[in-house]
């Protein structure tokens, strides 16, 4: 079965990295006072991210964005399903793809996206396997013999650090943002979460560790939730992940910051609707669910919650603090 999930992420670092094409206007006439054109690069065109609004493609301020798009197909898989999967003539069209998109081990990714920006396309489609999900080998180094940034890495570009340290809440369903990313938004029910990197580029310490939290002796700098049980990340810590069993929080996944933060916060609350900023930044991340989700200024440090019976533990709100 196949899905179309790492296509919002390639599509960001296409619309960002590449500056835009000048506008085509009608041929220049023969005069002194001809006009000329500015151009206005891709990335300053527009305000991330995008959303849906109706049945448009919205920016961050509402403004129309309409989608050009093309497939880059390979990582959803190429072999034939017989023979030996480490030859080339087993494979669709003799294409080995190593469940990576096709040209890696040829074309630097920006020069990959640079192409694709000059015939005119600003997001792509990129199909991947459910087997990806689940293989923890790392590609081969010829795979992506163009680039080297990627070797070592396995074919679906998850939190590597996290996943290197093992299972840290076992039997709890967890869910953890790609490196370099924190939560910014949680669902009240179902276990739903929005990871984001604007604002904060950098935030992650590469070489930090990562504090798992399952009780309330990090909580300091006031209580932002009386009454209600919270987890929340120690100092210079940030949200990355957390974890559930059924609808109930269990624990918090804290991320070591590249820096010192800051402790001045509030508490969002979303246990009676959502509660996000203007123009849901983000978009949609839990169908039917409210949600509360920090500005793109703040990072999340906590979450609180209620052991009353009738309100089964599920997230109330976010302790968000700024940057």
Known sequence: MK?????????????????????????????DTAAT????????SWKPPLSTRGRYVVDAEGNRFKLKSANWHGAQGSWNGSGDISVPANHHDSEKSDQMPLGLDRVPIATMLSDFHELGINSIRLPFSNEMLHD???????????????????????SLRVRS???????????????????????????????TDTGGPGL????????????????????????YTKYQCPQDRFMT????????????????ASHALPTTGRAVWFDRGDNRPAGGPGGEFATGNYKGQCATDEYAAGIAFTCAWAKGRTPDALLCREL
Request: overall charge positive; some cysteine.
């Open 3 to 31: 899905r179309t999930f790492l296509g919002a992420v390639l599509a960001a670092g296409l619309l960002a990295a590449v500056p835009a094409a000048p506008a085509v206007g009608s041929p220049a006439r023969d005069t």
């Open 37 to 44: 054109t500015t151009v206005v690069p891709l990335a300053d």
């Open 136 to 158: 923890q080998r790392p590609v081969s180094d010829a795979a992506v013999a163009a680039n080297p940034g990627l070797r070592g890495k396995t074919p679906l570009v998850q």
């Open 165 to 195: 340290g093992g299972d840290w809440d076992p039997g709890a369903r967890k869910g953890v943002c790609p490196d370099g990313q924190r939560i910014t938004g949680v669902s009240h029910r179902d276990g739903r979460g929005l990871c």
């Open 204 to 227: 992650a310490d590469p070489a930090g560790g990562f504090t798992v939290v399952t009780d309330e002796r990090h909580v300091q700098q006031g209580d932002r939730a009386s009454g």
């Open 241 to 256: 992940g957390y974890s559930v069993r059924g609808q109930a929080v269990s624990g918090v996944l804290c991320s070591s």
